[in-house]
């Protein structure tokens, strides 16, 4: 059974809280854009607010997250590359920055090379959730019972998240169930399921944690190996019958290519540092996220297997955008 993908390492290097001196000593200057590839409201949305709060005070210059979703996280991905190379921009996005490059004929970048990796900043497990009020399941097979009956539409955080292909993976290729995919935006593709609009959905788990804990939708499996602390009651596709089985969404902030590496450095440490305190930390856990602090080198060494890992999986799946 081949793996989604691997269990994000925790990882980092010695030395991950001694901040580089800068040549260029008074960057930050002026306010500091963070430029997020998805809606408000969207998991890389909430963390990265989460995030500028914490590095505001630390830069000594307002951290501004502005928000250009559009085309699975292309039209943010490609305005930051056009960007300045100065430390002023930068972009959050999730692992579908490493999707899009074989998902999409044109995504309008090259993943490895037209921007520099800075920091990952968290990982989370997907969930597979229901209305069940349409669908009266509790567990895959049942699921999968159900879609065998009746064409179902499921809905994602959208082309070419893990939320995505890891459901065309799991339903079409492993299970040889036919669905039908509708995409939204995250937080769109929870209340969609809640509102009726599509039966099954399937999202990191940030959004839908609260509806889930209400009682509004209910969750039918994690994707993780391991079953997430935040749903403990909760199986993962791998206890379901599909060992092995594993799809996480990171996420992680780039700059356009050429950015001095004493920036990108500096912002790497200051990232870590704030993900590595106590109250953002558990501010994050509970809302689904596991921060992964870690340095650039390493972050750079695991962008480039995820590129060349999803790459093989959107063969597998026949997903594509055209």
């Known amino acids: 059974m081949q793996r989604i993908t691997r269990r994000i390492a925790l ?3 010695l030395g991950l809280l001694a901040a580089p001196r800068l040549s260029h000593a008074a960057w ?3 306010p500091v854009r963070i430029t997020v590839a998805f809606p408000p409201g969207s998991s890389t949305d909430v963390l990265c607010r989460a995030l500028a709060q914490a590095l505001t005070p630390v830069l000594g210059q307002p951290v501004v997250v502005e928000n250009r979703p559009g085309a699975g996280g292309n039209i943010a991905t490609v305005a ?7 430390g002023q921009v930068f972009l959050a996005h999730s692992v579908a920055y490493a999707v899009n490059s074989s998902l999409y004929r044109n995504a309008g970048y090259d993943a490895l090379t037209d921007l520099e990796p800075v920091a990952l900043l968290a990982s989370t497990a997907n969930v597979i959730t229901v209305n069940p009020d349409r669908l009266n399941v509790r567990s895959l097979p049942e699921l999968f019972a159900a879609a065998r009956g009746g064409r179902l539409d499921y809905g994602s955080s959208g082309i070419g998240t893990t939320t995505h292909l890891g459901l065309e993976l799991l339903f079409r290729t492993l299970a040889k169930v036919e669905v039908q995919h509708v995409p939204f935006g995250p937080a769109q593709a929870v209340t969609a399921v809640v509102g ?7 999202t990191s788990l940030p959004p839908a944690l609260p509806l889930i804990r209400d009682g509004k939708i209910r969750a039918i499996a994690v994707t993780s190996a391991q079953r ?6 909760t199986p993962t596709v791998a206890e379901q019958g599909f060992p092995g089985f594993e799809a996480l969404t990171w996420f992680a902030l780039f700059a356009p290519a050429g950015t001095p590496a004493e920036i990108t450095e500096r912002m790497n440490v200051e990232v870590n540092r704030a993900l590595g305190a106590p109250e953002l930390k558990a501010r994050l856990d509970r809302m689904g996220f596991a921060p992964d602090p870690r340095g650039r080198p390493a972050l750079a060494a695991f962008l480039r297997e995820e590129v060349t890992k999803w790459a093989g999986v959107v063969r597998e799946s026949g997903a594509t955008v055209e």
């Not at 930051?80 to 100065?86: F, G, I, K, L």
């Open 11 to 13: 990882g980092g290097t």
């Open 28 to 30: 930050p200057e002026r």
């Open 80 to 86: 930051v590359r056009r960007s300045p190379p100065d």
């Open 228 to 233: 997430d602390p935040s749903l403990p009651e």
């Open 196 to 202: 009726g609009q599509v039966p099954i959905g399937s």
